[in-house]
């Protein structure tokens, strides 16, 4: 069990320091009770349910971590909800998955079906409960850990994860970066983001590593100051975040504990990897890695490795050759099991020689993975992953828009961005169709970029005519 | 001398608009009653917004504990007005 794996990990390190928000921080042993306790809180508010499912939706903090053990000191299974998910998302979320209990924020929109129940413990989480569904999905027997990834139907899909599966993925992680316990990591990906999950949750906790949440925006101005706080040795983040750190003044002396930097789950351009790398002599580390198949490379020598880095231990790489790119196909320890709200799904792309067929086309380097392009069209803004299906449908269903296509274009600060086609009379105000998709989805999920059109450009055969359609998003200034 | 009032706003809505991933006006702004939730003014923009007032105004922006301060212009203008004489009390 997962919790066993946990339990043994948290008690090996006694009173070291083990996670730290801005307002809190707790040792190993505080951790370990601080849990117990939590979880008998759990239990109470979910009698005589089996194996409950527990969604957490939270911003990264103590509360967070203390929440994630608890949940699996009560025999549950977390599953691991976008904290800026909107009140429609998550209650697709509840209803697909059958979740028993929802643990979040006072602010979080919660769907209105469930019973508020107060305050988890003594906080500051709370806590929303569910009617049981007799008719929800079975989760695998050995599932122990759920997390989401966006589909491409217009409902995120739900990966169920083997307790092996989840700390494999850790302690791979922990042994092929060097991870150790006189290491500080700094994480301000969120904790429901593989980026944070993988690279910093159970790793840290394994090796006996400190572990310093930052939430709120990443600014250069809140990760340099927590990073001269907290002395952390590791920072990680997603692209933005180092865009920021390039954009003010930045030095080495400013960081004088920080030996690691760690990227993910957007492309990092290349530009910025070498001013962070020229200004502050710290490697930047941009490693490969797919929500379904967890982390998967990591470059021995980031300083000259041509792409994303080696597979990780308990990793299996296959794509194209130098020259000939080929679809990127992955075996690790640490992949999901299955899609808990979309059968099938997720077994249709594992051969039967076991390798996940991911969405990125690459080649092997010298053993370095360098990605060249991807087989589908999800669209990635900052590192977060985006349904056009979705967007588009909530799009379409607002007052005045006969149709509507969304797609990811370049900014005028050269940065990945999401815009929308409209099918509309020439006067609609943009701003109707924006606070019709925020009153249903994630905030990142409103497109910043809008055009009017009469009609959606279309091919012969239907399909939209992506080429025309992104021409129309050319003539904004470039600023950079 | 100390930038009045005026000057200040002036400078960060210029900076609001700037940090916009680009179709934003400050017709559009007013129209939304100085809002930025309300014109979807997004996380990057925010981040871009953030940096820049910190690089032009030398004032630090606390983007967890002052984030209910960036939804409007108004509140903006109000808090980096009170950091500026924070920084000149010092």
Not at chain 1, 322 to 332: F, H, I
Not at chain 1, 343 to 358: I, K, N
Not at chain 2, 22 to 48: C, K, N
């Amino acid at each position: 069990m997962l919790i066993d794996v946990i339990t043994r990990a948290v008690r090996a390190h006694g009173d070291a320091a083990a996670v730290a928000d801005r307002q809190s921080s707790l040792s190993y042993r505080e951790l370990d009770a601080a849990s117990d306790r939590r979880s008998a809180d759990v239990r109470r508010l979910l009698p005589g349910r089996e194996r409950p499912r527990v969604g957490i939706q939270a911003g990264n903090s103590v509360a967070y971590v203390v929440t994630y053990l608890a949940v699996l000191k009560a025999g549950g299974v977390p599953f691991l909800v976008d904290r800026a998910s909107g009140a429609q998302e998550t209650r697709v979320i509840q209803e697909d998955c059958g979740l028993d209990l929802l643990v979040h924020e006072e602010s979080t929109p919660v769907p209105e079906h469930g019973s508020r129940c107060g305050v988890l413990g003594t906080g500051p989480l709370h806590t929303t409960r569910f009617a049981v569904r007799h008719d929800r999905p079975d989760l695998h027997d050995e599932t122990e850990v759920c997390r989401f990834t966006s589909g491409s139907t217009g409902r995120p899909n739900c990966i169920e994860f083997r307790g092996r599966a989840v700390h494999r993925a850790a302690a791979n992680w922990a042994d092929g970066t060097g991870l150790s316990g006189g290491d500080g990591i700094l994480c301000f990906a969120s904790l429901s983001n593989g980026l944070a999950f993988n690279t910093s949750l159970l790793s840290a906790f394994l090796v006996g590593a400190r572990l310093h949440l930052g939430s709120g925006l990443p600014t250069a101005g809140a990760v340099s100051r927590m990073l001269r706080g907290s002395a952390a040795t590791r920072l990680v983040g997603f692209p933005a975040l180092y865009e920021s750190l390039v954009r003010r003044p930045l030095s080495a002396e400013a960081l004088p504990d920080l030996r690691t930097a760690i990227s993910s789950a957007a492309p990092l351009n290349p530009a910025t990897k070498q001013q962070f790398v020229d200004r502050t002599g710290v490697p930047l580390q941009n490693y490969f890695g797919i929500a379904e198949a967890g982390p998967l490379t990591f470059a021995r020598n980031p300083l000259t490795d041509p792409g994303l880095g080696q597979p990780l231990p308990g990793v299996e790489l296959r794509a194209g050759g130098d020259g000939e790119p080929g679809v990127v196909e992955v075996r690790s320890e640490s992949m999901g099991t299955r899609y808990l709200n979309a059968p099938g799904a997720f077994e249709s792309r594992v051969g039967a020689d076991g390798f996940y067929r991911t969405s990125d086309v690459g080649c092997l380097s010298d053993g370095s993975l360098v990605l060249t392009g991807r087989t589908s069209q999800v669209i990635n803004i900052g590192g977060r992953k985006i349904d056009a299906v979705e967007v588009s449908e909530a799009l379409a269903g607002a007052p005045g828009v006969r149709d509507a296509i969304v797609l990811e274009v370049a900014d005028r600060h050269g940065t990945s961005a999401l815009a929308a086609v409209l099918a509309a009379a020439p006067d609609l105000d943009p701003a109707g169709p924006r606070r019709h998709v925020a009153r249903r989805l994630a905030p990142y999920k409103i497109p910043s970029l809008v055009r009017i059109v009469a009609e959606i450009p279309r091919s012969s055969s239907g399909k939209p005519a992506t080429a025309a359609l992104r021409r129309m998003f050319d003539d904004s200034e470039n600023v950079q | 001398m100390p930038a009045s009032p005026d000057d200040i706003r002036s400078r960060i809505v210029r900076i609001v608009l700037g940090s916009a991933e680009g179709d934003l006006t400050e017709r559009d702004l007013a129209a939304a009653g100085w809002s930025l939730p309300q014109v979807s003014y997004s996380s990057l923009a925010y981040i871009r917004m953030i940096d820049t007032v910190e690089n032009e105004l030398g004032v630090y922006l606390d983007p967890e504990e002052e984030s209910d301060r960036f939804e409007t212009i108004d509140s903006l203008v109000e808090l980096v007005s009170q950091h500026l004489r924070e920084v000149a009390d010092a």
